[in-house]
């Protein structure tokens, strides 16, 4: 079975944190993803990687960027949290078509 | 803009009725279609996916009906059950492997 965890499943940060959203897969993947889901619009890609140390802006990237070190570890990161930012983040992988998606991880900033 | 539109975003059903979920996109480049389905407190899940060679895909209760020339596709869930009671994605991916453009996704509620 394909294993994408994300490490918090809720998360309560401040305004102005810079917060760290961390995924891993077990799957030896090169594609992984970060979405973020709001009520009403869906899923929307705010960055991706297809290998290591490389990135790839999304749609909506603003506020966000990523790292990746290691091939199965993706990292989101929030430079200065705001309340806008209060979301459903999603990290994804995928194999050949089918994407594998983690739990996901509830922040709120307050 | 949105690549991929889908409606209803809510859609109500009976126990046994069908639901029916449409998804239209404009980009000739994709070429790969799946639905994904999401529980409450999960990730999203691949359902069913279709390439454009076919106009239908089936399992199951569960059918994907592809319309090439006018660029939509759709899902029918036949005999609706509760447990299908979800949140759908449908999606498109095109030459950038891997990446997905989803629609905003569609409620399913299935009352017993």
């Known amino acids: 079975d394909v294993k994408v965890t994300q490490s918090s499943r809720y998360l309560v940060k401040r305004t102005g944190e810079k917060v760290f959203l961390e995924c891993v897969q077990d799957?030896?993947?090169?594609?992984m993803f970060w979405y973020r889901q709001d009520p009403g619009l869906g899923l929307r890609l705010i960055y991706f990687?297809?290998?290591?140390?490389?990135?790839e802006k999304g749609d909506i990237p603003e506020g966000y960027s990523v790292s990746r070190e290691k091939k199965e570890r993706f990292s989101l990161i929030l430079e200065s949290a705001s309340t806008n930012q209060t979301s459903m983040y999603l990290c994804?992988?995928?194999?050949?078509?089918?994407?594998?998606f983690g739990q996901g991880t509830r922040l709120t900033v307050v | 803009q949105q690549q991929v539109k889908q409606s209803p975003q809510s859609l109500i059903v009976q126990k046994g009725g069908i639901s029916i979920i449409n998804c239209a996109y404009e980009?000739?480049?994709?070429?790969?279609f799946p639905w994904y389905q999401q529980f409450p407190g999960k990730g999203p899940a691949l359902l069913i996916a279709?390439?454009?060679?076919?106009s239908e895909k089936k399992e199951g209760r569960f059918t994907i009906s592809f319309n090439k020339s006018a660029k939509q596709f759709s899902l029918h869930i036949m005999d609706s059950q509760p447990g299908d009671s979800a949140t759908y994605f449908c999606?498109?991916?095109?030459?950038?492997?891997?990446?997905?453009?989803f629609g905003r996704g569609t409620q399913l509620t299935v009352w017993p």
């Open positions: 279709i390439r454009p060679d076919v």
């Open positions: 990687s297809y290998d290591v140390k490389m990135k």
């Open positions: 799957m030896d993947h090169e594609n």
């Open positions: 994804a992988t995928t194999g050949s078509t089918e994407a594998f």
């Open positions: 999606a498109a991916e095109g030459s950038t492997l891997g990446r997905l453009y």
């Open positions: 980009n000739t480049a994709f070429d790969y």
